[in-house]
């Protein structure tokens, strides 16, 4: 390994440095396309030899990179190897990543990369969102309170385009908006962010740290693995580090935060704000945080009818976007405007259909518990829908804390039983219907059965707390599948 790597920014002596990317999806394309930009010897290792890989493949040699596809091209790490890329969703435990780390050759990520390249000479401030639920549309909320202000800005990292990508961009950008999830955080050492927000920490992809290797310092089970890495975006923050008052463990890991001298903690809650947050008053977003009078007033940033939808935990979002906004200058003015431009994207809480008295609602990006409780407590009398891939995670707490709102439940996909079970435990005169099936009629059975049980004013919630790669492409997929069957039904 070249000594220089560990500090290495986009002038170190690229070409000196052989580097394995590992994966060939969207970071992975990025990554190999930005180290070949620095001049560094790229060898791009990936086991599915499929056609869309295949033509990246074409792209990357034609750039002077090394290509290996197919089933056990990335069984063992090559010699002479003095970095690893790798894509965000690979485990420690994967066998390249574990070979790495018994030779001591350092693995980053895709943005760890991004950052290490914006360096010295091109770095732009970074507002990151990190949490179990609600990042990308906080970071979609925050783009546009920032686009309001008109600054140049771009939404990029786990909401979908690669940070590399914003990094080798011709445009100048002012700041960025910036989506990290847990696997992005695990593979970063060296993020100092302009601003960071942790919204919440709840049970999600156990199942990704079940095997020890690799732990975060200090990290003596899954859960807390998890979060030690949700905490590494806050590490070095250079001015606020945002957290939610309604989930102490957030606060927790900013008071446990190594931070640049100066930077302050910001709060933001759904009741009425303490000094040094933000919060809401008489149906008012407000600011105590970034004003001098903040010891005795606040002020107006937005309306709640702003927020479009303005369940609870989407006004807690917007709340943290306009912290991260704030933090970096933007008026208060351009918050609600932010605000009242922007419109969620589908599967978020979306009305589908109504007919007698029902609304039919997808909220199929509700992919774990928590998720699907913040959506459950939006509504009074709900016919759950749920199901799908439970990740390692448990319903017990949800369904103790929703039970009064449910006037019955379907559930279905592989881990059905696990709600269901839960379900006979917590709440056992709730009607439970569960559906065996796993082709794509599953769900319209689920509907039309969730339509007899549904009275009128009553909401049909499809809202899975589970991921849906065990019966759909993703979750969108499943969200059409029930918008299909909604419509079918309601004519």
Request: proline share 6%; aromatic share 6%.
């Amino acid at each position: 390994m070249k000594p220089w790597i560990a500090t290495a920014d986009r002038l170190s002596p690229w070409p000196q440095a052989r580097v394995v990317v590992a994966g060939l999806g969207t970071s992975g394309f990025a990554a190999a396309d930005g180290l070949i930009d620095l001049g560094a010897q790229v060898l791009v290792l990936e086991d599915a030899d499929t056609p869309v890989n295949a033509e990246k493949a074409k792209v990357l040699e034609m750039l002077d990179a090394e290509v290996r596809l197919g089933p056990g091209a990335t069984a063992t790490l090559p010699d002479d190897v003095d970095l690893v890329v790798t894509s965000p969703g690979w485990r420690p435990s994967a066998p390249l990543l574990a070979q790495a780390a018994l030779r001591g050759i350092p693995v980053w990520g895709e943005v760890e990369l991004a950052w290490r390249m914006s360096l010295p000479d091109r770095q732009v401030p970074w507002l990151a969102v990190t949490g179990t639920n609600g990042k990308t549309t906080t970071v979609g909320m925050l783009e546009s309170m920032l686009t309001a202000a008109g600054l140049k800005t771009s939404a990029v990292g786990n909401v979908g385009r690669p940070i590399v990508e914003a990094v080798l961009d011709e445009v100048s950008y002012d700041v960025l908006a910036v989506e990290l999830s847990s696997f992005q955080l695990h593979w970063t050492n060296s993020l100092s962010l302009h601003s960071a927000a942790v919204l919440n920490v709840a049970p999600d992809h156990l199942e990704w740290y079940a095997d020890s290797t690799g732990w975060p310092p200090g990290a003596d089970d899954p859960m807390s693995a998890y979060t030690a890495d949700k905490a590494r975006i806050y590490s070095r923050v250079q001015r606020s580090c945002v957290y939610n008052v309604d989930d102490p463990a957030t606060e927790h890991l900013v008071e446990d935060a190594e931070v640049v001298e100066g930077a302050r903690a910001i709060g933001f809650t759904l009741g009425i704000p303490a000094v040094s947050m933000l919060g809401v008053v008489d149906d008012l977003l407000v600011d105590r945080a970034f004003i001098e009078q903040r010891r005795d007033s606040a002020i107006e940033l937005a309306k709640v009818s702003d927020v479009l939808p303005n369940a609870p935990h989407n006004v807690a979002n917007a709340l943290a976007a306009a912290a991260l906004a704030r933090s970096f200058g933007v008026p208060p003015a351009a918050v609600a405007k932010g605000l009242k431009r922007l419109r969620i994207g589908d599967h978020r809480i979306q009305t589908i259909a109504e007919a007698r008295g029902v609304r039919y609602i997808d909220d199929s990006k509700a992919t774990n518990p928590h998720a699907a409780e913040a959506s459950l407590s939006a509504f009074d009398h709900v016919v759950w829908i749920a199901g799908g891939q439970a990740k390692g995670t448990t319903f017990d707490d949800l369904i103790g804390r929703v039970a009064p709102r449910l006037r019955a439940a379907v559930v279905l996909g592989v881990d059905r039983d696990v709600i269901a079970e839960a379900l006979a435990r917590h709440a056992p005169e709730v009607p439970v219907k569960v559906i065996a099936s796993m082709d794509h009629g599953a769900m319209q059975q689920a509907v039309e059965w969730a339509a007899t049980q549904a009275q009128p004013d009553d909401v049909v919630l499809l809202a899975p707390g589970c991921a849906s790669k065990d019966m759909y492409t993703d979750y969108a997929a499943r969200g059409d599948a029930f918008a299909a069957a909604a419509k079918a039904l309601t004519g």
